[in-house]
């Protein structure tokens, strides 16, 4: 599971939510509101601004600056750490020194984000930040870190990973940026990223990775140099253990393995951060460790968890020892062991793995009661905190920071997003409801689904009870019995309509998502995934405005013109930082705005990419060389798209990543040279794309039953935005050309791919319906396609009482071309209707792809 997800689901029930609206809501003038705040703010938030100042929101910060000073646009800057108990008053603090003295800053406005900042899934490079000034130079930074030190001295605050610490006090600096500059990932991602120049002028990222790390052309001023003696101070020399591997971080800290070098066992040691990773109470990441050792030391001698070995404090943070136990965790054995994840399940592998998951299930009730009969709730019970001992029955469970007393229980303040307890659910009443999930997400593991709406254990229960046929009578309805308890909401079909049944489906998903539209809203129109988030993230055509206007279009909708203008107003101009790639930025705008008929600012929107250093993008379709190149093509800029090809061809082949698939791989730049030969007559862009396409196919592995897929080393990848269905699709348009006897070999390999019968999500590129619109497009068998298309249902949620689908991680529902059910509807929209809705530059075949040589039958 992605962690980052998790701070984006509390300001939202329904929908993915960015967390800075958790803070205040705005007026027109962009100040926080006075009196419509959501949440309330420091008092230092509500001062109006003196003569020749202004002040505004972005994001979480609220920015407070004189009008006319000029500043350096980077240098060293302050940042200030402070807790939920003292932020306050250091607001106060921060404001009374800065403000007279005409310095810049800015400081997250309310208790809330501040507690979202320092949560235990927070990012690790931006943890601790309260508040951040901006010095003119090296004289006043010295300045101001001895005079607010003093103000400020003995206020606790989280440790800032990124930043060197002065003397003892919140205060921490770090060379950066002041403006928002943006450039080139140097990483050969192509994305955007925050930059600062180079003594030439150049800009380059501002690294700004959990560790203190200075630009190779900065010196550090003398008077840090003892604060970076200070830092470097504190190692794991001394300690009886060796630290050997990072089983895991989080901002609380981190999970280790080591040997204990007086005895030469394996251990785990856990880090707990002061002030750092809160939990949903405010505890934060020492507490929750002493609340383990303290529910370990109860447990001791059961056999059901860690035995707990050591306590120490290093450098301020406190360690935990425990045994090292062997074996997986329970959601590590779904890809060697679900029989779903077959074209055609054995129905003796199904029957295997349903003895064997019955027995675990077993084995962890057992282990739960031995927990309650010592008095401890778990409160934290999950896939990923089941260890399955190597003798492949026998479990132990982990990760006991959530443990308490059944006395003292007071609900959950951290839980997996699949098993969290409604908050009606009291003491073992939470054990019990995660138990019963995991009676369902055995077998589907589906059940992130119920946060957004409960009422969908009764569908999955009918789909687990169809597709594992040998599982005791009852046993699913209990499960059902326990996680609707005390739910008002009805059971049993509950569904608008079937996502295959047109036009029924079709027409309530288009309403869905025209219901979910928020044109009052300058950050997004649709709510999608987290990306759209990101900078111009809620404009693009995977996750904004462009690609759910995209989906409507190809899938027959009638035009959303409110829509429409939003798109328009809101890219003139686009913000600043918005990424130039198709998929993620200006050039999939344009693309979809000259689709919908607006050529003119399509136009305008190349442009601007065209004035930028477009030619050092990565090579991909998604955000790179290849999707530009391809938009470029399509308006007539044929000179400009000849260029993007010379720099791809020139480009040697290590500079094309390390990835696969349509998005990221090569076969984005084999999709490019295609359209270009088709566009030019070219044999040589013929032959780039059969070499782009063999690199993609490098990457690629079978399975035991002959798939191929995509190789990504911890996993493999059937998808189609980075597995083997999108190379598929490739394929398809270049065997239409010319016949390649490994190709065609590939392509027949791939199909599998498409037809499994469990894919972890309905989206797009990273799910279900991918595989239905690539089915649909390589003119597979009906009954193939069908299959799929009738398995989309079993992700479908109604909202507003209508045919809506979930996103990335399933913890909310998503309306994105992407994740969401804009991309359902495209996939549907190919599939049942006159396959011409399609992706963009991957049109309908206008002819079979050549599987055999020309003039041999096939």
């Not at 406190?318 to 329970?330: K, N, Q």
């Not at 690629?700 to 190789?711: A, E, F, I, M, Y």
């Not at 109604?798 to 495209?826: N, V």
Request: glycine share 10%; net charge negative.
């Amino acid at each position: 599971m992605d962690k980052r997800y998790e701070v984006f689901c509390l300001a939202d029930r329904i929908f993915y939510e960015t967390p800075d609206r958790l803070s205040s809501t705005r007026t027109s003038a962009g100040m926080p509101s006075r009196t419509e705040s959501s949440v309330p703010l420091f008092e230092a938030a509500q001062r109006p601004v003196p003569e020749g100042w202004r002040s505004f929101l972005s994001g979480d910060w609220l920015h407070i600056s004189p009008v006319d000073t000029v500043r350096p646009r980077q240098g060293w800057k302050i940042h200030v750490s402070a807790c939920l108990d003292n932020a306050e008053k250091t607001a106060a603090k921060v404001w009374d020194y800065c403000v007279p003295r005409e310095i810049p800053f800015k400081f997250v406005p309310g208790r809330q984000p501040l507690h979202l900042r320092n949560s235990k899934y927070a990012g690790r490079g931006s943890s601790g930040k309260f508040a951040t000034i901006y010095p003119a130079d090296e004289t006043e930074l010295q300045l101001i870190l001895d005079e607010l030190g003093v103000l400020l001295d003995g206020e606790p605050g989280p440790y800032i990973l990124t930043d060197l610490r002065w003397n003892d006090g919140p205060l921490y600096v770090r060379y950066g940026g002041f403006a928002k500059r943006h450039c080139v990932d140097e990483t050969g991602s192509g994305a955007l990223v925050p930059a600062i120049e180079n003594p030439e002028g150049v800009l380059v990222p501002d690294r700004r990775d959990p560790v203190f790390q200075l630009p190779e052309w900065v010196t550090l001023p003398s008077f840090l140099e003892p604060q970076l003696a200070a830092r470097n101070a504190t190692t794991t020399g001394e300690l009886p253990y060796r630290i050997e591997s990072a089983l895991h971080f989080s901002n609380g800290g981190g999970v280790y393995a080591g040997t204990d070098l007086r005895t030469g066992e394996q251990v785990v040691l856990k880090e707990a951060r002061p002030h750092a990773g809160l939990a949903a109470d405010g505890a934060d990441a020492v507490t929750r460790l002493e609340r383990e050792r303290a529910a370990l030391e109860r447990l001791t001698g059961l056999g059901v968890a860690p035995e707990a070995r050591d306590w120490f404090i290093l450098g301020d943070h406190r360690f935990l020892v425990m045994d090292f136990l062997p074996g997986r965790t329970l959601n590590s054995f779904f890809a060697q062991r679900h029989p779903l994840l077959a074209v055609e399940p054995d129905p003796a592998a199904v029957a295997e793995y349903t003895q064997w998951a019955l027995g675990v299930l077993h084995a962890v009730e057992e282990a739960v009661a031995a927990v309650h009969a010592r008095g401890l709730v778990f409160n934290d019970l999950h896939m990923f905190n089941i260890m399955v001992d190597p003798d492949d029955d026998s479990v132990r469970l982990l990760d006991f920071e959530a443990a308490t007393p059944v006395g003292e229980h007071r609900g959950q303040a951290m839980a997996h997003p699949g098993f969290v307890a409604p908050g009606d659910r009291e003491g073992f009443e939470v054990d019990r409801y995660a138990l019963a999930c995991l009676r369902l997400a055995l077998f589907v593991p589906m059940t992130t689904l119920l946060v957004v709406d409960r009422g969908k254990a009764a569908h999955l229960a009918e789909v687990a009870a169809e597709q594992f046929p040998g599982l005791p009578d009852g046993f699913l309805d209990e499960a059902v019995r326990v996680i609707r308890s005390k739910s008002p909401e009805p059971t049993g079909s509950y569904l608008p309509a079937e996502a295959g049944d047109r036009p029924r489906g079709h027409d309530s998903m288009v309403r869905a998502i025209l219901a979910s539209a928020t044109p009052e809203r300058d950050d997004r129109l649709f709510p999608g995934d987290i990306a759209q988030f990101a900078d111009g993230g809620g404009l693009g055509l995977a996750h904004g405005a462009a690609g759910v206007l995209y989906a409507l279009a190809e899938a027959g909708a009638a035009r959303y013109e409110a829509g429409e203008e939003w798109l328009l107003s809101h890219t003139a101009p686009p913000p600043a930082g918005t990424p130039l790639g198709l998929y993620d930025g200006l050039t999939g705008v344009a693309h979809v705005l000259d689709r919908l008929g607006h050529r003119e600012r399509a136009v305008e929107l190349v442009g601007r990419v065209l004035d930028e250093k477009w030619q050092r993008l990565a090579p991909d379709l998604h955000g790179g060389l290849a999707g530009i190149g391809l938009a470029l093509d399509r308006l007539g800029l044929r000179a400009e798209a000849l260029e993007a090809a010379r720099v791809l061809v020139d480009r040697p082949p290590t500079a094309h990543g390390r990835r696969a698939g349509l998005l990221h791989g090569a076969s984005g730049p084999a999709l490019f040279f295609l359209r270009l030969y088709e566009s030019t007559g070219d044999s040589a862009l013929l032959d780039q794309a059969a070499e782009a396409l063999r690199r993609d196919l490098a990457r690629c592995v079978t399975d035991r039953s002959g798939t191929l897929l995509v190789d990504e080393g911890v996993r493999t990848m059937p998808y189609l935005g980075a597995g083997s269905a999108g190379i598929g699709a490739v394929l398809d348009d270049y065997l239409a050309h010319r016949h390649d006897e490994e190709f065609a070999r590939a392509r027949e390999a791939i199909l599998p791919a498409a037809r499994l019968r469990y894919y972890a999500q309905p989206g797009l590129f990273n799910g279900r319906a991918g595989m239905v619109l690539h089915l649909a497009r390589t003119r597979a068998p009906r009954p193939q396609l069908d299959a799929q298309i009738a398995a989309l249902s079993w992700y479908a949620v109604p909202y507003e009482g209508e045919l809506a689908f979930p996103g990335d991680q399933m913890m909310r529902l998503s309306m994105d071309l992407a994740t969401g059910t804009a991309g359902c509807l495209l996939a549907l929209g190919a599939a049942l209707g006159d396959r011409s809705a399609q992706l963009p530059f991957l049109p309908p075949l206008k002819a079979a792809p050549q599987t055999a040589p020309q003039g041999v039958e096939q």
